[in-house]
């Protein structure tokens, strides 16, 4: 098959440490090529490099045969090459409409047909979103659908997809393949950035594994299965420490720490009513729109209940009602946001002073002044514990992988000495070695007596992390499981039903 971009001996440095080291690559007309590998393994930054984001230190790139060199991806986009990244860089005060044709506009704009070929061509996606919203008031999925949509309607010859699917439901999952599909048979090629390795062995036609920044494999998909991916990705079998179906032994409930009774915000949370106990992992289950995150949210004082009949929270025993974060994260209630990148971290802000931050917000610190010199202490101790992978604790959080992101934000919570710790969708966008290290740190606050609640979309991780299961829907829970009783059918069933 005829080769549209080849990447030869392609390096990158970064302030001396090299992200990706003499990297060949190779993507072919109308194929679907998955890149896979751990957070940190020169993924995204290979892509980058390829779409004009990043420039390379050395090698070269060919374009149909032509060395080519983008300084912008205005330039890569100009040749017919787009990204969609895996943090959204759409415009939040816009409206969908308006980024969707961003940078493609007319001199003159009609903005009601602008809003009507929005419309339209999102419905030709099947993808659910209103072009009059604006894009700050949407949720994690449908900023991606946007993002998606930005890219497809440049109608060019290359797209990369760097974890497409990590905020998507299973619908739209299948939508997006659907459309990843139609995108091929047109002859365009795509790159495939995912960690959820079933679906780039169910939807491509060739896989590359990098490891360290380096090559390790390129082959036909038909050549790997999921052991075999993990073997290449981290050097050693993955498949007895991720999602086993081995009995184990649940812990017990302790101290019933929270009480939920009746709890109401607007149309995404209605009369919610369930229990959190110490020492125990609840996990709790549902599709996008369910209510989950917006009732962790109202837990943490992210978000107000309703003002009148509302419901009740009570911690510890004692009525509570949060109306920003700071007393309840005095109280000891941490939520681990599910968008890192908007409200996470500080991304310019190096790791030491991103942890510091998470003790100035707990109220911890007695020091009028800010003290570097603890600072590092606290981001030696915290590194090591959690095993976050950086250059020392002065990088900036925006130059680690999305793996050790994570690990940041966690941290950043962990410093503040809770009692209650909410994860919400504490793996997505992560690498198996990565989730396995998550897990690890997850189970060791339960096991310290901790009340920890962990939401996520993704069953095999509700299913072997949790002590007990709750189901959302529709803004409350509507069952309970033990782990015993669960299987994926029943969770599902009553998701949906």
């Not at 009949?309 to 009570?314: A, C, L, M």
């Not at 396995?436 to 095999?460: K, N, Q, W």
């Amino acid at each position: 098959m005829t080769s549209i971009v080849e990447m030869q001996s392609v390096t990158k440095d970064y302030r001396g440490v090299t992200a990706v080291k003499n990297v060949d690559f190779t993507l072919r007309k109308g194929e679907i090529h998955a890149l896979l590998g751990e957070n940190g393994a020169g993924k995204s930054t290979l892509m980058k490099i390829m779409a004009g984001v990043t420039e390379r230190s050395g090698g070269k790139m060919l374009l149909d045969g032509k060395e080519v060199s983008f300084q912008t991806p205005a330039e890569a986009l100009a040749n017919g090459i787009a990204m969609v990244f895996q943090e959204t860089s759409l415009v939040p005060s816009m409206s969908v409409a308006q980024n969707i044709y961003l940078g493609d506009e007319k001199l003159f704009n009609r903005l009601r047909g602008l809003y009507i070929a929005a419309q339209q061509f999102l419905q030709s996606l099947n993808f659910n979103v209103d072009p009059w919203a604006t894009v700050a008031t949407l949720g994690a999925a449908k900023k991606q659908m946007v993002e998606i949509a930005r890219a497809v309607r440049q109608d060019v010859r290359v797209i990369i997809f760097d974890e497409p699917t990590a905020s998507l439901t299973p619908e739209e999952k299948y939508y997006f393949f659907s459309l990843i599909k139609r995108l091929k048979e047109r002859g365009v090629s795509i790159v495939f950035i995912s960690h959820a390795l079933e679906e780039a062995l169910s939807i491509s036609d060739r896989i590359t594994i990098l490891r360290d920044g380096e090559l390790v494999v390129t082959g036909d998909t038909s050549e790997f299965n999921r052991d075999s991916i993990i073997r290449a990705m981290v050097g050693r079998s993955l498949s007895n420490e991720l999602y086993s179906n081995a009995p184990r032994k649940n812990r017990a409930a302790g101290e019933k720490v929270l009480g939920v009774q009746n709890l109401s915000m607007g149309s995404m949370v209605r009369n919610n009513s369930f229990s959190i106990y110490a020492g125990q992992i609840t996990g709790i289950f549902g599709l996008i729109g369910s209510g989950r995150t917006e009732t962790a949210k109202v837990i943490a004082g992210v978000q107000k209940r309703n003002y009148f009949h509302g419901g009740e929270v009570k911690l510890f025993g004692e009525s509570v009602r949060y109306r920003v974060p700071r007393p309840a994260v005095k109280d000891g209630i941490v939520y681990v946001t599910e968008d890192r990148k908007v409200e996470g971290f500080f991304e310019t802000m190096s790791i030491a002073d991103n942890l510091y931050s998470g003790l100035l917000g707990a109220d911890l610190n007695t020091a009028a002044v800010v003290n570097h010199a603890s600072a590092k202490v606290l981001a030696d101790e915290w590194t090591r514990k959690l095993n976050i992978r950086a250059i020392n604790s002065n990088a900036r959080v925006i130059e680690l992988s999305g793996g050790n992101q994570q690990k940041v934000v966690i941290a950043s919570g962990l410093v503040q000495k809770p009692r209650l710790v909410i994860f919400d969708e504490p793996t997505r966008g992560v690498d198996v070695g990565a989730i396995a290290e998550i897990h690890e740190i997850i189970g060791r606050l339960a096991d310290d007596g901790l009340a920890v609640v962990v939401i996520s979309s993704y069953l095999p991780e509700i299913m072997n992390l949790s002590d007990r299961i709750l189901v959302s829907r529709l803004g409350r829970i509507v069952e309970e499981f033990t782990p015993g009783e669960a299987t994926e059918e029943r969770i599902m069933y009553a998701a949906v039903h």
